[in-house]
């Protein structure tokens, strides 16, 4: 069995893409030095923003130009099974703990990662396990690109 991990830890000074870094303090209002402003995408509930490598290469083998960042994930994670990525799913990755709260709907920012820049190929409405998914930060900590992800199972 295949160690769900972080491939890349990405953030940016406004925009995108967000570019690799190859670690990062993540505190209750997100990752440290990105310009992601959570209160304007609803607040501490989406302080993080996750998607599943596996999901770009599939967007990639349909002809999108999709790539790591584009599309504003903070955390590019490999081996999880996305389609259990649920809001209210609690996921550790290292000494941080995440709680999955909504999947993150996409906008005309990341139309440029689509061939037809219908940005809606990863809305959870019309095409459901293809979002991103955003989370508030239950444990805050720092990570490194190949910290270790696991699902925390819920009582």
Not at 68 to 78: A, P
Request: some cysteine; aromatic content about 6%; overall charge neutral.
């Amino acid at each position: 069995m295949t160690t769900a991990r972080v491939v890349s830890i990405n953030r940016s000074a406004g925009g995108v893409p967000k570019l690799p870094v190859s670690e990062v303090t993540i505190t209750r209002d997100g990752l440290m030095l990105d310009a992601h402003v959570y209160y304007r995408h609803g607040g501490p509930d989406k302080a993080v923003c996750l998607y599943a490598v596996e999901r770009i290469h599939a967007l990639q083998a349909e002809g999108h130009p999709i790539d790591i960042g584009t599309t504003g994930e903070n955390l590019t994670v490999e081996g999880l099974d996305w389609d259990a990525v649920v809001p209210g799913l609690r996921i550790a990755i290292g000494s941080v703990e995440l709680e999955c709260t909504e999947w993150a709907q996409p906008c005309a920012t990341i139309a440029g990662s689509f061939h037809d820049r219908r940005s809606a190929r990863i809305s959870h409405k019309t095409h459901p396990g293809w979002s991103r998914m955003y989370a508030r930060v239950k444990v805050a900590g720092t990570i490194v690109v190949g910290a270790p992800v696991r699902l925390i199972p819920t009582p």
